[in-house]
T-cell receptor, first 113, second 112 residues
């Protein structure tokens, strides 16, 4: 079993839709959760990070962590064509760079105008 | 967050040759990380590079195949040696600061 599982998609939605991206994990030591967005031919860029269960909101994006279920989600409201990208979840067991970060395989999202 | 310049952005190489990828950061960082991203696969950590010491390699990666240099706190190189088609991938460098990981734009390597 992989430490982090992520539905690869692709996911295709109409503009304005609410998008839900999800990851499950098996390592209960993970405490630090991140979402990255990767446009084609670019490196991943950090969207959001959180280190506690619950919700964290930033504009149209909401990150949700449920440690009891080992499940994290990223919600995108009012999706835009510019949101079309691959979204990677990532997690580690610490805040600093000395702990290894484990990534999901990424979900490819296409928002259709 | 740090800004990373990575080059080359892409290359097509003959099998058996080597390619050196460079990563320049606009600020001093203690650790730099090298990742490989294969199609349909998650980012896989190759090694962690500290300035002034040997890089630490992850399971499945060895120094002879992926030698790394870290001459100062803003620069690192990764060499992919004696390449085979299986080495075709995207290679990314990354740095961490206050819990935020920043990535370079990647090097898309094709080995023919």
């Amino acid at each position: 079993q992989k430490e982090v599982e992520q539905d690869p998609g692709p996911l295709s939605v109409p503009e304005g839709a609410i998008v839900s991206l999800n990851c499950t994990y098996s390592n209960s030591a993970f405490q630090y959760f991140m979402w990255y967005r990767q446009y084609s031919r670019k490196g991943p860029e950090l969207l959001m990070y959180t280190y506690s269960s619950g919700n964290k909101e930033d504009g149209r994006f909401t990150a949700q962590v449920d440690k009891s279920s080992k499940y994290i989600s990223l919600f995108i409201r009012d999706s835009q064509p510019s949101d079309s990208a691959t979204y990677l979840c990532a997690m580690s067991d610490g805040l600093r760079g000395y702990q290894k970060v484990t990534f999901g395989t990424g979900t490819k999202l296409q928002v259709i105008p | 967050s740090a800004v990373i310049s990575q080059k080359p952005s892409r290359d097509i190489c003959q099998r058996g040759t080597s390619l050196t990828i460079q990563c320049q950061v606009d600020s001093q960082v203690t650790m730099m990380f090298w990742y490989r991203q294969q199609p349909g696969q998650s980012l896989t950590l190759i090694a962690t590079a500290n300035q002034g010491s040997e890089a630490t390699y992850e399971s499945g990666f060895v120094i002879d195949k992926f030698p790394i240099s870290r001459p100062n706190l803003t620069f690192s190189t990764l060499t992919v040696s004696n390449m085979s088609p299986e080495d075709s991938s995207i290679y990314l460098c990354s740095v961490e600061a206050t819990g935020v990981y920043t990535f370079g734009s990647g090097t898309r390597l094709t080995v023919v």
